[in-house]
Each structure stands twice: as structure tokens, then as C-alpha cells.
């Protein structure tokens, strides 16, 4: 659901670009760009800002290791949904600037076009980050041993954390 989500919220956004192209190419590429940067933007400003402390009483209970999941795909472990949907907006904005970067090489404009590829390999990072199920799962499938680990480490947070909540819940108090 999220990844569909997340599309059908690109989409109005790629298609305002390309209505702007009708005026010209630049012009729909640095409205693109605009477009594409500061949703990179908003969502990178999520991922820190949201940072969970990790003196809490339920981080006690992780390893080193946890710890260090837990702080990279704190979004993706709280909010699995809401996490997917900023991951595939991202990667629909990649895709286009795929598209915007070789229109713009082909009409010469250079620099539009350096920054619409450049958007694709900048945000690859913060997708993975906000979706590690949906781009580590094949890998894992297929044996790769980070993505194992990362995996087992997201699924051991959440099962640490559901105990925690549950036993906060049994005691009466609040999370």
C-alpha cells in the first residue's frame, strides 16, 4: 500500500514538471528539480530530526548492533507504511530524473541534466533507509549476508519492542 502511495503522490508532481515543459525544456527541468531536491530535502529533514534517543528504557534491551539498525531504520521500524511511502516518492522522483537528465543532455542543457542523474544516486541512500523490506528482501532471498543481517537485525528490534510495549501495557504504563 505504501508503495502505491507514494507513486500516486509523485505523480502529480512529475506531471506539473512536464506542463512546464510546454513553456520550455529548461524551464520543466528546473521546476523538476525543484520539486525533486525538496522532497529529498523534507525527507532527509524526517530521518534526523526524528532520530529516537537511545537512553530509553527499550533500548536497554538491544545489542550494539541493534542500536546502530535501530538509529539507521528508525522510520522504517516505527512506521513501516508511512516509511514506504516517502521511499517510493523518492525512487518515482529518480526514476523521472532519469528521464529529465537524458532530455536535458540531449538539448544541451549540460548542468540541468548532471543534477537531474545526480538526484538518482543521491537519493538511493535515504530509499533504502526508509524501505530496507522492500530493497533487501531479494538480496536476502538470494543469500547475500548484509541484507540477512540488517533484515534479522530490524525483525529482532521490532519483536524486542512489541514484548516491550506489551509488558509497559501489562504494568499500566505508558510507552
Known sequence: ??????????????????????????????????????AWLYVLSTHFFTKPP???????????????????YHSYIWHAEGAAIYSSLLNALRFAGLIWGGLCFWKGHYWLGAASIGYYFLSGWLCLKFNPGLYMSDAAQKGNPRAIKELSLIDSIRAKRKLYVAERKALGTEE
Open 1 to 38: 500500500m505504501g508503495t502505491k502511495m507514494g507513486n500516486l503522490l509523485a505523480l502529480p508532481l512529475i506531471v506539473i514538471s512536464a506542463l512546464v515543459g510546454f513553456v520550455s525544456l529548461e524551464a520543466s527541468s528546473v521546476t523538476f528539480l525543484g520539486i525533486a531536491y525538496l
Open 54 to 72: 537511545t537512553d530509553t528504557p527499550m533500548c536497554q534491551r538491544f545489542t550494539a548492533e541493534e542500536i546502530r539498525a535501530y538509529l539507521e
